[in-house]
């Protein structure tokens, strides 16, 4: 590749991140990468209707969770800002003014309302109503009406929008990096609107003319921005500007596999479509995010990479650098992937059995501190140790391992009632008698000395192990009894053998 690669992605803030504009970045992040290229961040603010509060931030967020953060965007200015186009507003109308001069686009002063009616008259007829070659010259354009009605009309101050003039049969040939060679045929296109008289251009121009002044190389977006993709490439052409390469991401489809990913099929299957936890700024109602149900972000980018793309070889643990060395662009599939949000957890599982203990210890603290509970982290460290093999997630060592830092407030009713019998009790006051002499609680030795003591009285192991793990853990659950008790140290194990023969005796 000759000229510097220059790559972007362009949300438009209109609420969280979807997985899918996840993924784009993503792509985007390792094709700038691999190229020792940029990443620019571009929002694309044009459409204030639909401008939701904090959605950029989340984006910025998100990006930077993930790891992939932006080298040039809002906030990080470079050579090319300002990077939200509310903030370039001026600079389009000169470019669709020159499109007019060129005779590549002109004024459409037709009302919604009479627009509205010929899609009626035209629905009625069986027909579909597309303002393009086909019926220009009989609406109210400047192709059609005199140069005098059109500065009347301009004069005047009536609404007005500056349409792109669609050739009426052409077959364009446009290359994709993904999809090969396209054959577009002209004469279905509609004369899209650029701009408005409201001073603001349309998606379609401004994303044309900053792909243009921010001298992106490669367009890589999304399969919902194909339809678009003529328009673009007519768009540059009209412009005399060489077009950036583009090249189309396949759909995220549903675990089912047909139609597209939504929040809603998250919600039904209980998994997250958004990388951070969002509260709707008006409705006030959470979205799950993967951050916050404990996903490490390795998980998140490994499962992400895997969606539309595969190395082509049976590896299939990369984590960001290595997605970098291994990610091309013409390895990406064409069709839909399907999501499964099983192999996340299971990417998921993979990262925690990688994890650096001291990290996952750093976040158990976290869990802790928020209920509460005092640890050294010394001793938050030795649990982890005990407990991180059979965790998915950092919670998980919470779940299975509460007993190490508190004493169980109930016990698993059916349990209880297989170990403790009636001779329980007095079994268990022997044992703290056994475990009062004991000088060292480590587990080891205790493990010995219990033994000993079972094979003296020549009772079953099970009679003395089970309720003796009920006391400790309130359930049959949890590692090595021993590393239990020696972690808790003497004192809470025969306060926790105490409690319980008060409660089950
Ligand atoms: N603003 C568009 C979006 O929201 C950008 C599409 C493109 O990358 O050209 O996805």
Avoid at 43 to 65: C, F, H, K, M, P
Avoid at 381 to 387: A, D, G, S, T, W
Avoid at 397 to 423: C, H, L, M
Wanted: with cysteine; net charge negative.
């Amino acid at each position: 590749m000759s000229a510097k690669v220059r790559v972007r992605f362009a949300p438009s803030p209109t609420g969280p991140l979807h997985i899918g504009g996840v993924r784009t970045a993503l792509y985007n992040y390792l094709f700038a990468k691999k190229h020792k290229g940029d990443f620019v961040l571009r929002i694309e603010d044009t459409d204030q209707n639909r401008y939701v509060e904090g959605a950029e931030d989340y984006i910025i967020e998100s990006l930077n969770w993930c790891g992939i953060p932006f080298n040039e965007g809002p906030g990080k200015e470079g050579d090319y800002g300002p990077y939200r186009q509310s903030e370039r507003k001026d600079m389009y109308r000169k470019y669709a003014e020159e499109l007019i001069k060129s005779d590549n686009a002109y004024y459409a002063f037709d009302t919604a309302e009479e627009l509205d009616a010929h899609r009626k008259d035209h629905e009625e007829k069986g027909k579909t109503f597309i303002y393009n070659w086909h019926n220009r010259q009989k609406l109210k354009n400047s192709l059609a009406l005199s140069e005098d009605e059109i500065r009347d009309k301009l004069d005047a101050g009536e609404d007005y929008v500056i349409r792109f003039k669609s050739p009426e049969a052409e077959n364009l040939h446009i290359k994709d990096e993904i999809r090969g060679e396209m054959e577009i045929d002209t004469s279905t296109l509609d004369d899209k609107v650029l701009f408005k008289s409201d001073g603001m251009p349309t998606y379609h121009l401004a994303n044309i003319v900053d792909d243009h002044l921010m001298e992106i190389s490669h367009v890589i977006r999304g399969e919902e921005w194909l339809p678009s993709l003529a328009l673009h490439f007519m768009l540059y052409r009209a412009f005399g500007w060489d077009a950036p390469k583009f090249a189309h991401l396949p759909l995220i489809l549903k675990p089912q596999g047909k139609g597209k990913l939504s929040k809603r099929d998250g919600d039904k299957l209980g998994f997250p479509v958004f990388p951070l936890e969002w509260k709707d700024p008006n409705s006030g109602e959470i979205s799950a995010g993967y951050r916050e149900d404990g996903y490490f972000p390795e998980a998140v980018t490994n499962m992400l990479a895997f969606l539309g793309w595969n190395p082509g070889t049976e590896q299939e643990f990369f984590k960001l650098n290595e997605l970098v060395e291994a990610f091309e662009i013409d390895r990406v599939h064409k069709g839909g992937a399907k999501f499964d949000p099983e192999k996340t957890k299971w990417f998921q599982q993979h990262y925690m059995h990688e994890a650096d203990e001291k990290v996952v210890a750093e976040k158990l603290e976290k869990i802790l501190q928020h209920k509460e509970i005092e640890a050294s982290s010394e001793y938050v460290l030795q649990v982890v140790e005990l407990m991180k093999e059979r965790a998915v997630f950092v919670n998980d060592i919470w779940e299975q391992g509460y007993f190490f830092f508190v004493a169980p407030t109930s016990y698993d009713p059916k349990n209880a009632k297989k170990a403790w019998k009636e001779d329980t009790s007095d079994l268990m006051q022997e044992l703290i008698d056994v475990l009062k002499e004991q000088e060292s609680f480590e587990a080891e030795t205790l493990e010995a000395k219990v033994k000993a003591w079972i094979q003296e009285k020549e009772v079953g192991f099970g009679k003395v192990m089970q309720p003796f793990r009920l006391a400790l853990v309130g359930a049959m659950q949890g590692p090595d009894l021993y590393e239990i008790a020696e972690m808790i140290g003497k004192e809470e194990t025969i306060s926790r053998l105490e409690k319980a023969i008060k409660t089950l005796g």
